[in-house]
């Protein structure tokens, strides 16, 4: 058995330790909003955050989280409060597809907390997930209004 | 367009308008028993004003969802800001005869190849909505002016909205398509306008369910690994080698040139 803590809650399933985060999430508790995209870390459609940090689900084995709090696109807005960068993101319309915005979402968010004034090389330089519908100009135009809401410069 | 829809039409009611117009007795605004919020095919409205448009092409990404909204949306002159969309399914599409046309979705012929008579849709829904609601005053229907799902008769003064008068519009008869006039599109105010997507709500919170997300009861997994050089094929596997693994039903060789494995789950 493992025991993992989700967006707050506590989970035990009983898969093998070594199966990746990705799919103890998706497959054992139904928490889709997280996505498959390469299986090899390169993509980050699978980003999530073990204890503020973001990691890509698919590398990481479930037998390594259970010590982390992990939070998945699920679990960012409060409530019916959307996340800042949920709310950015429906502002400035900046998903297409769409499939690799959950962890695009959870990787920005994760940033932001780190650096809250990035320039756009910081983004870029930071945030290596790929959207192969190519948003990242409305990524940035997003990143931008967040840091200017703020009253923040870079 | 043939609307294959319910009909209501009564003995001895009359035709009006430049359409065939059939009400039941006593369908007046307020007195419907059991509305249906489908006005056309293309166009449900609930009594709080909802509009919610049928959509029947695929939304991959590319925006069609939002622009045939848009241009039903256009004709039908209701307030974009109540507009939701729903996706007919395939089986309801043959159900009622192909009532949404073509489905298919790829090569940029989601638009191009529908957005006549989706606007027709929309158009058609107008003028039954407009025309229910004359009906209703006793006014001639091209009296009536609509603007963002508010139908006005400017002599009497008189006001309604979408939502009151859907159920009795949608007992009407849509009109013949050659009765319709859709509107120049250098009067568009919804249509070819830069409107933010009507679905990204479920891509920012992870609700959103795409095809992989789908689980259906029983379903397996399988991973396929393929030769790696085409044309290559394959000379031999050990599937001892994952032998017990959890959840591991079968490893099948696939027509001689791939290796699936079979599981409950990835």
């Given amino acids: 058995m493992i025991e993992l803590r989700i967006n707050g809650t506590p989970h035990r399933i009983d898969v093998d330790p ?26 980050g459609a699978c980003s999530v955050h073990a204890d503020g940090s973001p990691v890509r689900s698919c590398q990481l084995p479930v037998s390594q989280a259970t010590d982390a709090d992990i939070r998945t696109i699920e679990g960012l807005a409060k409530g019916d409060a959307l996340h800042r960068v949920q709310k950015a993101w429906l502002e400035h319309d900046v998903p297409q597809c769409g499939y690799c915005q959950s962890g695009m979402i959870m990787a920005v968010a994760a940033f932001l907390d780190f650096n809250r004034t990035p320039s756009d090389l910081e983004l870029d330089q930071a945030i290596t997930n790929i959207c192969r519908c190519g948003t990242y100009v409305q990524i940035r135009q997003a990143v931008r209004a967040i840091i200017e809401a703020e009253g923040k410069t870079p | 367009m043939t609307l294959s829809r319910r009909r209501f039409l009564v003995d001895g009611l009359a035709v009006a308008g430049g359409f065939a117009l059939g009400f039941p007795a006593g369908a007046a605004e307020g007195r419907e028993t059991a509305p249906s919020p489908e006005v056309t095919a293309w166009v449900v409205i609930h009594p709080d004003d909802r509009v919610v448009i049928r959509i029947a092409r695929s ?74 609601a004359a009906w209703n005053w006793n006014v001639p229907a091209a009296e009536c002016e609509v603007e963002k799902g508010v ?39 919804i249509a070819g306008k830069p409107m933010n997507r009507l679905d990204t709500r479920g891509k920012v919170d992870g609700s959103l369910v795409y095809g992989i997300d789908l689980r259906l009861p029983g379903m397996m997994v399988a991973t396929i690994a393929s030769c790696p050089v085409k044309g290559g094929t394959l000379k031999s596997f050990d599937a001892s080698a994952i032998a017990g693994s959890k959840g591991v039903r079968h490893v099948l060789a696939v027509d001689g040139v791939a290796v699936a494995v079979v599981a409950d789950d990835f």
Avoid at chain 1, 18 to 42: F, Q, S, V
Avoid at chain 2, 108 to 117: A, M, T
Avoid at chain 2, 161 to 169: D, I, L, P, Q, S
Avoid at chain 2, 176 to 189: E, S, Y
Wanted: hydrophobic share 35%; proline share 4%.
């Fill in chain 2, 59 to 132: 939304e991959m990404g590319q925006g069609t969802l939002t622009g045939l909204a848009q241009l039903v949306a256009e004709e039908l002159e209701c307030d974009w800001d109540k507009v939701g969309t729903e996706f007919p399914t395939p089986g309801a599409n043959l159900a009622r005869n192909k009532v949404w046309g073509s489905m298919f979705t790829a090569g940029s012929h989601g638009i191009r190849d529908s957005h006549l008579y989706v606007r027709q849709g929309g158009a058609a829904a107008r003028m039954m909505l407009v025309e229910a």
């Fill in chain 1, 18 to 43: 070594d199966m990746p985060l990705l799919w103890a999430l998706r497959d054992h508790l139904g928490l889709t909003g997280t996505k498959y995209g390469c299986g090899i870390g390169e993509c």
């Fill in chain 2, 151 to 189: 139908i006005r008769h400017g002599a009497s003064g008189k006001t309604t909205t979408y939502g009151k008068v859907a159920a009795a519009a949608a007992r009407l008869t849509p009109p013949d398509k050659d009765a319709i006039r859709l509107k120049d599109p250098k009067d568009w105010t």
